[in-house]
């Protein structure tokens, strides 16, 4: 069975919701994965994205690995607001993957802090693409040592 590519199309602009601002200084990695915006509201911290075709599987949709950078970098927003160090490594992360993400829809994380050790960060969050929920992720940082 032949493989059909994907047809190539005219990015759009990123275009993000209001509050976003663009990422600055990001790592390499996080470079290509993006480009991320973030939003640092207190009540409503978050860190989002436009799927564009380089963040497409052979299927035709955001590809998980991208989708489970999104939710490991939920830590971003949080570091922001609760003053933590610029680097949280992570212990563990926990996905589960219940709808698509398809070309085009904007992937946004807002992440709840369940428990703060001296340490330690349990964090959760639901990315939704459009709004509509697609990926559940729980994440656990260490907590870094301020700069």
Known sequence: ?????????????DDPPSGFVPLADCAESERLAGPYYVRLDRDAPAIGFRVKRRH?????MCHGGVLATLADM?????SRYQELAEVNPTISMTLDYF???VLGQWVEAQPTILRRTRNILFSQCVL????????????????GRPR
């Open 1 to 13: 069975m032949d493989e059909q590519p994907i047809p190539v199309q005219a990015e759009e602009a």
């Open 56 to 60: 497409l599987n052979r299927a035709g």
């Open 74 to 78: 939920n830590i971003t927003p949080i």
């Open 99 to 101: 709808a698509p993400v």
């Open 128 to 143: 939704t693409a459009d709004g509509a929920p697609s990926v559940r992720a729980s994440v656990v940082y260490r907590i």
